[in-house]
């Protein structure tokens, strides 16, 4: 085994050991927490090796990553499940619908609509999660928490659409009070949902936390972790434009 790969297992090993030790900090049994491994830094070669490794789930925030990926990836048994986690324009709604388990950033009811027209016409019914801008940061997509329990409802009443919970980023500092908050004020917001709005026993998850605060978010409820860097340290030079980092990962 190269270097290269042995390191990935051990990243893989080492990040579901800190989901289980926060499940059980929280009480929680880890079967209730997925892994969704965030894969917009790395070569596609690494997905593969991922998949090899027992990781199941997968996310872009690119339509146009995600689709070739999942298309490459389409005739594997059994093939990965890909999450959306990024912004997505209507215009793309159709051609990235085939190759989608899971919509986490749903943010606006025209989207919305857009997915469950396109869901019509495929007949099927998609998966979806709204996204909350639960920092209340301007530059941050996501529905403000204002408008969220009005949304959850318009959306729970589009009948290709499952609305399955909610998604939101923490507050992007160190100050791990501010984002516990955040975090606080989310799972607040999906029990008052919940309870508010008919939206039916599949709304269950809450997709809350990445490399820098998925123990924050497993002890606020979080039922999905997006985790990217934490994966790939030492295996691929993380950037924050995935576009430019096809160099990094050659190997
Ligand atoms: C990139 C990204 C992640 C993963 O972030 P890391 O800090 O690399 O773990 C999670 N969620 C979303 C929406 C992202 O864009």
């Known amino acids: 085994m190269s270097d290269i790969k042995r390191k990935l297992a051990d ?3 080492h990040v579901k050991e800190r989901i289980c030790c926060a499940c059980v900090d929280a009480g ?11 894969t917009k830094y790395v070569d596609i070669e690494i997905v593969r090796r991922m998949l090899e490794l027992g990781v199941t789930d997968f ?6 990553a995600l689709t070739a990926r999942a298309d490459a990836m389409s005739s594997l048994v059994p093939p990965p499940k890909w999450h959306l986690v990024g912004h997505l324009q209507r215009n793309k709604v159709k051609q990235v619908l085939p190759w989608v388990s899971m919509f986490q950033s749903v ?3 025209r989207l919305a609509e857009e997915l469950d027209s396109a869901a019509e016409q495929k007949n099927c019914v998609v998966d ?6 639960i920092s209340g940061e301007r530059s941050k997509t996501g ?3 204002g408008a969220s ?3 959850a409802e318009c959306i729970a009443s589009l009948s290709h659409l499952r609305l399955r919970g909610l998604m ?27 309870n508010e709005v008919p939206v039916g026993d599949h709304f269950r998850d809450l997709s809350m936390g990445m490399s820098d605060d998925f123990e924050l978010g497993i002890a606020n409820g979080a039922t999905i972790v997006r985790i990217g860097r934490a994966l790939f340290e030492g295996v691929a030079e993380p950037t924050p434009e995935p576009e430019s980092n096809t160099a990094a990962t050659g190997a």
């Open 128 to 133: 979806v999660l709204m996204q909350i801008n």
């Open 168 to 194: 939101a980023m923490g507050p992007l500092t160190e100050d791990r009070s501010a984002i516990r908050a955040a975090f606080v004020r989310c799972r607040e917001l999906f029990e008052e949902i919940a």
């Open 59 to 64: 996310a872009e925030s690119r339509v146009q």
């Open 149 to 151: 329990t009005h949304m």
């Open 143 to 145: 529905v403000a928490v």
């Open 107 to 109: 943010d606006s009811l």
């Open 11 to 13: 990243n893989i090993k």
């Open 28 to 38: 929680r049994d880890p079967s209730e927490v997925t892994l969704v491994a965030v």
